[in-house]
């Protein structure tokens, strides 16, 4: 089945050890995205890419980076981890743009991220 | 910047009661509307969309949304629920030119 996966499913860090978070996706969509969702609240976008363009929310702090080496990974960056940055990390994609309207997103299982 | 709002944070009933989680979005021009559910440790899921046509939508599971353009309302609905439909419902907008935007969420607990 086609899907959206990401890895780990936990992960745990130490304050201010930078952490790699990773996803995948065998949908073959030009857009992927990367969700924080804090317990309890609604998903915040913090950024996505459509094909190699990268796309930054302009509430994303600079500690937040990510890459896309190809169509099928993404991976998100966090340099210094805070304990303010512990959260469910979820990545999404979809076959259009924001821009475009009309298109859904599709998610994966989510990274719980503990920052120690 | 457009906003949506949930008009529940956490409804509580027992099976087989009906269900209707509120849903309104700020923004005046076309706009496509989501529901998404998110089971207790599972990942947020499609129940159902609205893009154009018939504004009454039939999702997953015996889901229902009316989308209401006057009063920008996306009402979800359901007739009957059932213990397993204990989840965390969002609702979510977009429209051209902007992203995802989701609603803070609804927490549904029904109760055997």
């Known amino acids: 089945d086609a899907m959206v996966i990401q890895n780990p499913r936990y992960q745990v860090t130490q304050f201010g050890k930078p952490v790699t978070l990773s996803c995948s996706q065998t949908?073959?969509?030009?857009?992927m995205y990367w969700y924080q969702q804090k317990s309890s609240q609604a998903p915040k976008l913090l950024f996505h890419?459509?094909?190699?363009?990268?796309?930054n929310e302009a509430d994303t702090p600079d500690n937040f980076q990510s890459r896309r080496p190809n169509t099928s990974f993404c991976f998100l960056d966090i340099r210094s981890p805070g304990l303010g940055d512990a959260a469910m990390y979820l990545c999404?994609?979809?076959?259009?743009?924001?821009?475009?309207?009309?298109?859904?997103?599709?998610f994966g299982p989510g990274t719980r991220l503990t920052v120690l | 910047a457009q906003s949506v709002s949930q008009h529940n944070h956490h409804v509580i009933l027992s099976e087989a009661a009906s269900l209707e989680l509120g849903c309104n979005y700020s923004?005046?021009?076309?706009?496509?509307l989501f529901w998404y559910v998110q089971y207790p440790g599972q990942h947020l899921q499609l129940l159902l969309k609205?893009?154009?046509?018939?504004?009454l939508v039939k999702g997953i599971k015996g889901f229902e949304a009316e989308f209401i353009k006057s009063k920008f309302s996306f009402n979800l609905r359901k007739p009957s629920v059932q213990w397993s439909d204990t989840a965390e419902y969002f609702c979510?907008?977009?429209?051209?030119?902007?992203?995802?935007?989701f609603g803070p969420g609804t927490r549904l607990s029904v109760l055997p």
């Open positions: 999404a994609t979809s076959r259009k743009p924001p821009g475009q309207g009309g298109y859904e997103q599709f």
């Open positions: 949908l073959n969509h030009n857009v």
């Open positions: 890419y459509y094909d190699k363009d990268f796309n």
């Open positions: 923004y005046g021009g076309t706009v496509n």
């Open positions: 979510a907008v977009n429209n051209y030119g902007q992203n995802f935007v």
């Open positions: 609205y893009f154009s046509g018939d504004p």
